[in-house]
Structures are given as structure tokens and as C-alpha cells.
């Protein structure tokens, strides 16, 4: 037996010149860039059967071999960006097979330039446009303008490497068609460069007023996303609303700060809604919408801010409060400067609300629930309602009470008390009536 063995492993040729015998195929894509061709003296025993290819991408750690039979040649394809290695043994008729031989390695280049999709101008003023674009790999970010096609000007080169670009062209001349191309370079230097594109910049005007804010900027979470809503403010001269973001725990100061979430065209009075996908649950998402006309002018900002979470989720539905309490989620802010949500209300205080507003002053039930939603901004229904019972008007139901506390209790007594002594878990379900809407 080991002789048997002795005579594969010295009859196996090392893989000598292998520079000679490796090729790689031109114009690889990322994943899978190209293939190496092996080549091998046969052996001379008699009793050889054939051989296998062994490679990996760690020197002397190979995965499942190949078998290549009788043949002493053999391309191995699909090979992926990086340094391969490369080793053949021999094996005879009863499956004996020889030691490995000499290692033959191949390093397999990036040549493939990014895949550049979603260009365009957007944000465009009588002096300003933003020029968005995205590539398969992370890259760089550059654009060439001017008047003509042959351009003239050049924006210095981003060497951050991402897949979202976007770059501002500012200082342009009023009423004037521009020309731009975009360039990004991945990390092996490959260049990509898109055709040419145009914009033409808006008129100028003597207006200096920005649009009024959107109305009712909303961030609500949910699993991995985020959904902001909006109204437009009705200026004849609005144009759009652009949104951007942070993570750092701050809200963008200015137009250009933080990334870009998106232009929103739009008409007067109109309510728009995004869904910012793709997100990482855990991470606060801190936007700032600004509307702008025409002419370049851009409002004061309004904020909203928002966690994803699975729980989220999983626990309110898509159209419910970001968070606990009485529609005032936390996970949710607008207008006016960055701040806090307003306090979730504890289940004391709205039951005695509900006590001194409808009984003393003798209102009904519906307006008292209309009281609490104004003091609480604008709330969207739920799926889980908490039941709150008052005397001799029926049942109202409210949602997202906040969890029990000292209060809380105090509350639960005072709501029994109310319903003359009655046990909650004894009510009727035909006593429920008034449903919050």
C-alpha cells in the first residue's frame, strides 16, 4: 500500500511555469471575474486512473476536489475577486491517491467598472442643482458641468466609497441649460463615467421669501422602515419639500446637511407620504423637511424622528402611534424646533379628565375624547383599545394606555368608584358604545 503511494507522489510533476499555464478571461463581472486553466506532465505509472484539482483561497486550505480524469489539463471557471490556490494529486484504480503537489496560486483582478443607474437633477433653483446617482459597488463621486457638452468645471472628487452619490453644483447663472456627466472609481481604480445629461436652471426673481413649513411632518416607525408624511404649505410659488437625515443624534441645520432622503414635487395643500426603507432597527432616524419655491428660497425646517424596531412592528399596526400612550408617541415629533414628544398620559389623569370634563361640566363623552386628542396632536387609530368606564354615558375606549403605575391604580379606583362599584371584568360587552375613533 504505501509503496503504491510513494510511486503516485513521485510520479506527479510539480505544476512548474505556472504563469504560463494560468488565464484569466477578460471583462469580469463582481462575484464571479474569471477562471484559471491548469496544466500537468501525466504520470508515468501505469496504474494511474486520473487526477483531481483542489484550490482555495487560503494557502494549503482547499475545499472539495475536482475530478478532472485522465486528462492533464483543466480550467476551473466561476472564480471570484481575489488570490486562488491551486493543487493536483494523482489516484489509481483501487482509489489511492497521491500527496498534494507543488501549489500553484492566481489572483483574479477587479476589471469591471461600476454599474451606474438613478441619475438625475433634482433641487434645481435659478443657482443651484443636486445631481443623485447610485452604483452596484461602493465608489467615488464626482460631476463635470458646465455650458456645453465639452463642460469646463469639476467638482472635487468624494473618496468616500458609497452606492448613493450626490453632489451640489451651486453658483450657476440664472435661466441657463447645463450640461453634467457623473464619475465614480471602485476600489481596484476601475472608472465609471455616465453619458451626458442636462438641466436648465429656474429664472431668477426679486422674491427672497421662502414657501411657509409643511404642515404635520410625521415619522412613524416600523420594522426595518420608517414612513413620513406631510403637507405642503399653500404658496402659489411652492415647488417642492426636500427631507434629509441623521444619525448622529442631531436634526440636519441647513438644506445641504446629512444625507439625502429625497426632492418632492408637489402642488399647494397636498399630503405626501415616503416609505424610508432598508433601514437597521435600533439605529434614531432624525429628519428635517424643507419646502422650497422657484427661486431658491428654502423655509425654516420642521422635524420628526423615529426608531425602528421589530416590537414596533410586531405590536402596533402600520397606521397606529409610533409609540405607547395616548396617541403622543415618543418615537415621533413635528414642527417647530427639535425637541421631545409630548408625554404619554397616565391612566389617573385620563380617567379624571374624562371625570371633571364630562361630568362637571356635563359634556358628552365625545367631546371629552376630542379634548384629549387636541391636547395630544395628531394620533391615528389602533388595534388595541384599553377600556375606560364612566357612569351613565357608556364606555370609551381608548387607546395605548400607558402601563400601570402608582397612579395608574389610583386610577383603576377611581374608574370603579365611577362605575358604581362594578367589577371591570363583569361589563357586558353589549355596554360598549362610544368607540374612539
Known amino acids: 500500500m504505501e509503496r503504491i503511494r510513494d510511486k503516485l507522489a513521485r510520479a506527479l510533476p510539480t505544476l512548474v511555469g505556472v504563469a504560463a499555464f494560468l488565464a484569466l478571461l477578460q471583462g469580469p463581472t463582481p462575484g464571479f471575474a474569471g477562471e484559471a ?18 484550490f482555495g483561497t487560503s494557502s494549503g486550505v482547499y475545499g472539495t476536489p475536482i475530478d478532472a480524469g485522465v486528462q492533464t489539463t483543466y480550467t476551473v471557471a466561476g472564480l471570484a475577486i481575489s488570490t486562488h490556490y491551486f493543487a493536483v494529486t494523482a489516484y489509481n ?7 498534494f503537489s507543488n501549489e500553484a496560486t492566481k489572483t483574479i483582478a477587479d476589471s469591471a467598472p461600476p454599474v451606474m443607474t ?26 463635470e458641468y458646465g455650458t456645453a457638452p465639452t463642460y469646463g468645471a469639476t467638482t472635487d472628487t468624494q473618496t468616500t466609497l458609497v ?82 437625515v441623521r444619525t448622529d443624534g442631531t436634526f440636519p441645520q441647513s438644506h445641504n446637511d446629512g444625507a439625502l432622503v429625497g426632492d418632492f414635487s408637489g402642488g399647494p395643500a397636498e399630503t405626501g407620504t415616503f416609505h424610508h426603507a432598508s433601514l437597521q432597527n ?14 431658491g428660497n428654502y423655509s425654516h425646517t420642521v422635524y420628526a424622528s423615529a426608531t425602528p424596531t421589530v416590537s414596533n412592528a410586531a405590536d402596533s399596526p402600520a397606521d397606529g402611534p409610533a409609540s405607547g400612550g395616548f396617541g403622543c ?31 362637571r361640566r356635563k359634556r358628552t363623552l365625545t367631546t371629552v375624547i376630542g379634548s384629549i386628542r387636541s391636547a395630544c396632536g395628531s394620533v391615528s387609530r389602533s388595534s388595541r383599545p384599553s377600556v375606560c368606564l364612566t357612569p351613565r354615558v357608556g364606555v370609551g375606549i381608548f387607546h395605548g394606555l400607558a402601563a ?34
Open 329 to 359: 408617541g415618543s418615537t415621533s415629533i413635528s414642527g417647530g424646533a427639535a425637541g421631545t414628544a409630548p408625554p404619554t398620559l397616565d391612566l389617573f389623569l385620563l380617567v379624571f379628565a374624562a371625570w371633571w370634563l364630562g361630568l
Open 282 to 295: 435600533g439605529i434614531t432616524y432624525s429628519y428635517a423637511a424643507f419646502s422650497y419655491d422657484a427661486h
Open 404 to 437: 400601570p403605575s402608582c397612579s395608574s391604580r389610583l386610577g383603576l379606583l377611581l374608574l370603579r368608584w365611577m362605575c358604581g362599584g362594578k367589577p371591570l371584568l363583569r361589563i357586558r360587552p353589549a355596554a360598549l358604545q362610544a368607540r374612539y375613533a
Open 93 to 99: 484504480t483501487v482509489g489511492e491517491e497521491s500527496t
Open 37 to 54: 486553466t491548469l496544466s500537468w506532465d501525466p504520470s508515468t505509472v501505469p496504474d494511474v486512473a486520473g487526477y483531481k484539482v483542489y
Open 163 to 244: 452606492t448613493t452619490h450626490e453632489v451640489t453644483l451651486s453658483q450657476l447663472s440664472p435661466e441657463t441649460t447645463y450640461h453634467y456627466r457623473v464619475m465614480s472609481q471602485d476600489a481596484s481604480g476601475n472608472l465609471a463615467v455616465s453619458a451626458d445629461q442636462i438641466f436648465v436652471t429656474a429664472s431668477p426673481s426679486q422674491d427672497q421669501s421662502p414657501p411657509a413649513d409643511v404642515q404635520g411632518f410625521r415619522a412613524s416607525a416600523g420594522d426595518g422602515e420608517i414612513v413620513l408624511s406631510w403637507t405642503t404649505p399653500n404658496d402659489p410659488d411652492f415647488a417642492g419639500v426636500r427631507i434629509r
Open 118 to 143: 438613478a441619475l438625475s437633477a433634482s433641487g434645481i433653483t435659478s443657482t443651484e442643482a443636486t445631481i443623485t446617482w447610485t452604483t452596484n459597488e461602493a465608489a467615488t463621486s464626482q460631476v
